[in-house]
């Protein structure tokens, strides 16, 4: 059984690792570090933060960590991707690197820097759905950040890009024990969606189903 307090790791191989462990704390967690396979094989579930997806896919690979993540995830491991984080969660990359890869195990097509053509960043409030209530909107930072192109049909959409070159671009997706956002609300101060994952791993409610895993892809 999961504890009250879960123990959630924070992938910390590059990114904004910090600003995620006091989330979590704040949320009801337990936040640790992750970067060595002991660490890994501690945690009831695990945040991948933002930063960059390609350095954060090589640095797996070279901290011997990609594979086991990999299992861990096949096996119900409840993950939380932000940005960058929702890149390497994506079953399918548009616009990645040559020979970048991803963790998968979520079944959404993402397109990296998707918002980067038009406007480097964007913010806006929006609802999410099973996290804010009615008229209390969440901060939503963009930052260089992906989109959903297209979602797998089990997979929950939680939020949408309401107005601007944007709009109606998929930005939130739950599928099981997976959750990603193309944004950063740990920068923000607000601790929902963190305290939202942090309920998720609480519950356990279960590995997503038929995963494929990760693929390469670019365009
Ligand atoms: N553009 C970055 C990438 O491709 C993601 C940016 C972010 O995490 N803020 O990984």
Redesign the pocket.
């Known amino acids: 059984m999961t504890p009250a307090r879960p123990t959630i790791g924070v992938l910390a191989l590059q990114?904004?690792v910090r600003e995620h462990l006091a989330a979590l704390e704040a949320g009801g967690a337990h936040a640790v570090t992750v970067r060595r396979l002991a660490e890994l094989a501690a945690v009831d579930g695990l945040v991948l933060?933002?930063?960059?997806?390609?350095?954060?896919d090589r640095l797996l690979r070279t901290f011997e960590l990609r594979e086991p993540l990999r299992e861990r995830i096949a096996g119900g491991l409840p993950v939380y991707g932000?940005?960058?984080?929702?890149?390497?969660l994506a079953d399918r990359v548009l616009d990645?690197?040559p020979d970048q890869e991803t963790l998968g195990g979520l079944d959404i097509t993402v397109r990296?820097?998707a918002f980067?053509r038009q406007v480097e960043s964007w913010e806006e409030d929006l609802p999410l759905e099973g996290v804010t209530a009615a008229g209390e909107d969440v901060r939503a930072v963009?930052?260089?950040?992906?989109w959903v192109e297209e979602a797998g049909p089990d997979v929950r959409v939680l939020a949408r890009v309401g107005s601007g070159p944007a709009a109606g671009r998929i930005v939130a997706v739950r599928h099981g024990g997976l959750l990603a956002t193309s944004f950063?609300p740990e920068i923000t101060g607000d601790d929902r969606v963190h305290r939202y994952f942090v309920e998720m791993v609480r519950s356990q409610d279960g590995p997503p189903v038929d995963r494929p895993g990760g693929t390469t892809s670019t365009e």
């Open positions: 990114g904004d933060p933002g930063g960059e997806s390609t350095t954060i932000s940005c960058a984080g929702m890149i390497l990645g690197a990296r820097n980067g963009f930052i260089r950040a992906p950063h």
